[in-house]
Nanobody, 113 residues
Framework: QVQLAESGGGLVQAGGSLRLSCAAS????????MGWYRQAPGKERELVAA???????NYADSVKGRFTISRDNAKNTVYLQMNNLKPEDTAVYYC???????WGEGTLVTVAS
């Protein structure tokens, strides 16, 4: 059974930083491309960043230069380092195994202005 557990969300002031983690189990993590999505109130879920099995990242234009996705295959964990946070980054952030319906329960990030 695939399980994804996000952590690291919280309340931060604009300009601050947070690091999200997603611990995965029940899958061949090293062979799984991973992604971080977010969903703000009243909006659709959107892809924030993705990372291939080889570690190649891709980012939404809105977070380029501020967010960094990385993975540690030894720990079955994918990370999202978020710097220079803005109020518009406020959302629930979800971890996903790319191109599957495996999702975590999400972690709330709130950025105060």
């Amino acid at each position: 059974q695939v399980q994804l557990a996000e952590s690291g969300g919280g309340l931060v002031q604009a300009g601050g930083s947070l690091r999200l983690s997603c611990a995965a189990s029940g899958l061949s993590f090293g062979a799984s491309p991973m992604g971080w999505y977010r969903q703000a109130p009243g909006k659709e879920r959107e892809l924030v960043a993705a990372i291939s099995t080889g570690g190649r990242p891709n980012y939404a234009d809105s977070v380029k230069g501020r967010f960094t996705i990385s993975r540690d295959n030894a720990k079955n964990t994918v990370y999202l380092q978020m710097n220079n946070l803005k109020p518009e980054d406020t959302a629930v952030y979800y971890c996903n195994v790319r191109c599957t319906n495996y999702w975590g329960e999400g972690t709330l990030v709130t950025v105060a202005s």
